[in-house]
């Protein structure tokens, strides 16, 4: 997967979902559509984070179920589900260990993860996947704001 | 007519990349001994040693998880679908 393309008028939500949900982990389906080697987002599903709540902080768990509701509602579409939306309160948006062994799951899916920029950057996006003609190895994707245009970190300004 | 079996993506390279299978059985276990038939090394991805499903997998017919049925002999009939959906979860 070369590019992940997010609309603004997605990111934006996904950001203040996270942030509404510190300090536990926010999480969601991205719904989206795939041409050639990149993927564009076209609707995201919040989800409840399932995990034991003790855990939130440091885990989530989307109930499979949703997804299986989601992908009936879009089969024989040009849509697909293209990845989950996870958020990390406490540290940057890298997939953390338990996040890759979930990841080899699901090769073909986006991992789009809100986490802490550095300094005072405030919640920065990162997104990642596996990168399949290299065993798999865990590899970061191209994220594209399709409204500013601008690549790489999409940056929440500091209230 | 049969049930249907929908694939993940994981395992899709040990079905010719099909995303949804054909199989018969009355029971989840059956179809999927069924499906295995026809496509070599999938059952051995989707149970483990002791025969039940693997961690990090789930099982659902017509989106019921059969670990709230009858595990692996949940019933299942012609034109039911199961979904083996990997778990989505992360920290």
């Not at chain 1, 590019?3 to 509404?20: C, D, M, T, V, Y």
């Not at chain 1, 509701?69 to 406490?90: I, L, M």
């Not at chain 1, 798999?136 to 300004?157: C, F, N, P, Y």
């Not at chain 2, 949804?20 to 496509?39: I, Q």
Request: net charge negative; hydrophobic share 40%; with cysteine.
């Amino acid at each position: 997967m070369g590019e992940f393309q997010l609309p603004r008028e997605l990111s934006g939500p996904i950001l203040e979902e996270a942030e509404r949900a510190g300090p536990e982990e926010a999480c969601g389906l991205i719904v989206g559509r795939r041409r050639s080697n990149r993927v564009r987002a076209t609707r995201t599903v919040s989800c409840d984070n399932l995990a034991p709540p003790e855990a939130r902080a440091r885990r989530f768990e989307i109930d499979p179920r949703l997804l299986i509701e989601v992908e009936r509602a879009v089969r024989d579409t040009d849509e697909e589900v293209v990845g989950f939306y996870h958020s990390h309160p406490d540290s940057e948006p890298i997939p953390s260990e338990l996040d890759s062994i979930y990841m080899a799951l699901w090769p073909d899916k986006v991992w789009l993860i809100v986490g802490q920029g550095a300094g005072d950057e405030g919640q920065i996006m990162r997104a990642w996947s596996l990168d399949l003609a290299d065993q798999g190895s865990l590899r970061e994707v191209r994220l594209v704001s399709i409204d500013t245009v601008m690549e790489g970190q999409i940056r929440q300004a500091k209230v | 007519m049969s049930v249907t079996v929908r694939v993940p993506s994981a395992l899709r390279k040990l079905t010719n990349g099909q995303a949804e299978l054909a199989g018969d059985g009355s029971t989840v276990r059956e179809l999927l001994v069924d499906v295995g038939e026809a496509n070599p090394g999938l059952l051995d991805r989707i149970t483990g040693d002791d025969g039940e499903i693997r961690q990090f997998l789930n099982v659902f017919v017509n989106g019921s998880d059969i670990r709230f049925e009858d595990d692996l002999d949940t019933a299942v009939a012609s034109g039911d679908e199961v979904s083996i959906v990997p778990s989505i979860a992360g920290g």
